[in-house]
């Protein structure tokens, strides 16, 4: 069983007591008190609570020194004797591998903690709480800058020791792909273990946890209540990541691209697999700007099919980047990515080789078509595509299939002449866009997307009533683009029509099935929904 533990820590008795309960109500399997980060609160109360618990849950005590993620600057000597006075409502603890090489005194300390202590029960006044002969020992290490040299070693040595029951290893991800080293050394790890990459880029860490058999995993009672940086919360951890349903032959999905925070694609996909009752799980993975950080992570993921991928969405800056990669390895490309030079899709199919696809294109085109009273209209209209990335490349296939007379304008007018050159249509400089009157204009650029949602590719003098606006930017829906061209008498459309449609045609290709386009607008509206209250409340 992998434990779902949840650090709990807070100004009063009373309000530990009730996040405790909370805890273990929302699934905890294990609570996580942080000494550290409740210096005011007497051992007394703590120990007189500890008779009459809010849960029947293990208890772990963690009294963290400040170099590794603390709040204390005690020393290593006061921290110890605290978690000795505290032992009897102890099942686990955790004590950093620095602290206990550190000299036998605090060795000596630490076991005393393991098997209580009669006389310190007895000093404060409390009678001893049975919970089994001896508690367990977490040895730990943190490193909250960067990956530490030496991780195997340490885990290795760590485990070696007599008194330690399991080994936790904790360092900040410099790229996802330190988590995949975070899960080797669970593989190799000679005791339970814990390895958890902290930061944004380490969350497949915690939700893989369970898929590599840790010991644990850490997620937080609630938003602002994160004990590391990157932890999720015990609520997102379960329902948006299935974590109950996670096992060691759960395949793996994921979403690349920078960035992919704010995404809608996990909740979607991950919504669509629980529909099924498949066993897999759709995690986002950033993946920085630039071919070659998208090749590394490419390779190392092929290197370890224990991982089990089985496939990608691919979102900005990578379609162009997934196509080429693709490309060159002599994969296979569906025809629509073949055209596009773009792939948003990509398939691991069971030898190992890599199937990709594009999904945009017959969704830009559909929803566009839909969105004008009949499909002759899209046939000859001039429609300005605003870009010229993956996301170009696909609307210009999609449109053009339609009859459509695509007019490309992007910043770097070098791809706008090479992309219009590629499918024989119009180019013009990005600063000609405001004089372009076309029929319908097609955002492709990631102008106006959260959080720079004031900006917009076009001034609103430069957008003639009656021309249709397609924003594919869904987060917000309503961009500052939208919003000035229906001001303006334009008639417009949103970006996430788009998007459930080229998510509900990833879902046919990985699984067989296409989930209901209603489903899915359900699902995505209310994780947007979700998304606008978590901003207004931290903004
Ligand atoms: P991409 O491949 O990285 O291309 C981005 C394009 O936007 C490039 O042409 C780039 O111009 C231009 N651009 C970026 N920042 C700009 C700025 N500040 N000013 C002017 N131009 C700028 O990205 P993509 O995959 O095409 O995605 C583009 C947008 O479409 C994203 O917001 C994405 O979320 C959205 N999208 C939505 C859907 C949907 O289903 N609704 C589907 C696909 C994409 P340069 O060439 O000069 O760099």
């Known amino acids: 069983m992998t434990h779902i533990i949840v650090p709990i820590f807070g100004e009063s008795i009373e309000s530990i007591r009730d996040d405790i309960a909370t805890a273990v109500e929302r699934g905890a399997t294990m609570i996580e008190l942080r000494l550290d980060r409740m210096p005011d609160i007497p051992d007394e109360q703590l120990?007189?609570?500890?008779?009459?618990?809010?849960?029947?849950?293990?208890?772990?005590?963690?009294?963290?020194?400040?170099?590794?993620?603390?709040d204390d600057t005690a020393t290593d000597e006061s921290r110890l004797e605290r978690l000795e006075n505290l032992s009897q409502m102890a099942d686990f603890f955790d004590v950093e591998w620095h602290t206990f090489a550190q000299s036998n005194r605090n060795?000596?300390?630490?076991?005393?903690?393991?098997?209580?202590?009669?006389?310190?029960?007895?000093?404060?006044?409390?009678?001893?709480?049975?919970?089994?002969?001896?508690?367990?020992?977490?040895l730990s290490k943190h490193d909250m800058k960067t990956r530490p040299a030496g991780l195997q070693g340490d885990l290795l040595r760590m485990a070696d020791a007599a008194a330690g029951d399991v080994v936790k290893l904790a360092w900040r991800a410099r790229s996802v792909r330190d988590n995949f080293e975070a899960f080797e050394l669970l593989r190799i790890a000679p005791k339970p273990a814990i390895t958890i990459c902290m930061g944004e880029d380490g969350l497949i860490s915690r939700v893989l946890a369970r898929k590599f058999r840790a010991f644990g995993t850490f997620a937080a009672l609630r938003s602002g209540f994160e004990s590391a940086p990157g932890q999720l919360t015990i609520l997102e951890l379960r329902d948006r990541f299935r974590w109950d349903t996670i096992n060691d032959r759960t395949r793996v999905y994921g979403l690349i691209g920078d960035p992919v925070k704010h995404s809608l694609s996990p909740d979607v996909h991950n919504?669509?697999?629980?529909?099924?009752?498949?066993?897999?799980?759709?995690?986002?993975?950033?993946?920085?700007?630039?071919?070659?950080s998208f090749k590394a992570f490419m390779v190392e993921v092929l290197a370890r099919p224990w991982l089990d991928f089985s496939g990608f969405s691919v979102t900005l800056p990578h379609k162009e980047n997934a196509y080429r990669f693709l490309k060159e390895r002599g994969d296979r490309l569906d025809a629509l990515a073949e055209r596009c030079g773009a792939v948003n899709t990509i398939s691991v199919l069971p030898d190992g080789t890599l199937q990709g696809w594009n999904t945009?294109?017959?969704?830009?085109?559909?929803?566009?078509?839909?969105?004008v009273d009949s499909a002759k209209a899209l046939k000859g209209s001039r429609i300005?595509?605003?870009?010229?990335?993956?996301?170009?490349?696909?609307?210009?296939?999609?449109?053009?299939?339609?009859?459509?007379?695509?007019?490309?304008?992007?910043?770097?007018?070098?791809?706008?002449?090479?992309?219009?050159?590629?499918?024989?249509c119009e180019w013009m400089e990005w600063t000609d866009r405001i004089h372009a009157a076309p029929d319908m204009i097609v955002n492709c650029t990631p102008i106006g997307m959260s959080p720079d949602v004031s900006e917009s590719p076009m001034p609103p003098a430069s957008i003639l009533p009656g021309t249709i606006v397609f924003d594919l930017v869904y987060n917000p829906l309503q961009t500052r683009l939208l919003t000035e061209a229906a001001k303006g008498g334009c008639r417009t459309v949103d970006g996430l029509s788009m998007f459930i449609q080229q998510a509900a045609a990833q879902s046919r290709i990985w699984t067989g099935h296409a989930p209901a386009l209603e489903t899915v607008r359900g699902v995505a509206e209310k994780a947007l929904e979700r998304r606008r209250l978590s901003e207004s409340r931290s903004g």
Do not use: M, W
């Open 107 to 138: 060795q000596t300390l630490i076991d005393a903690a393991i098997h209580g202590s009669d006389a310190i029960s007895g000093s404060c006044g409390v009678e001893a709480i049975e919970r089994g002969q001896r508690r367990s020992l977490i």
């Open 384 to 424: 300005l595509i605003l870009g010229a990335g993956g996301a170009a490349r696909a609307a210009v296939v999609g449109l053009k299939s339609r009859g459509a007379n695509p007019v490309i304008a992007n910043r770097t007018s070098g791809r706008a002449k090479s992309l219009a050159g590629e499918h024989g």
């Open 360 to 371: 945009d294109c017959e969704a830009c085109a559909d929803v566009l078509e839909a969105s």
């Open 47 to 70: 120990l007189a609570f500890a008779e009459k618990p809010p849960a029947d849950v293990p208890i772990l005590l963690t009294y963290r020194r400040a170099a590794e993620g603390g």
């Open 271 to 292: 919504s669509v697999f629980a529909e099924r009752n498949l066993n897999a799980v759709y995690v986002p993975l950033h993946v920085a700007a630039g071919v070659e």
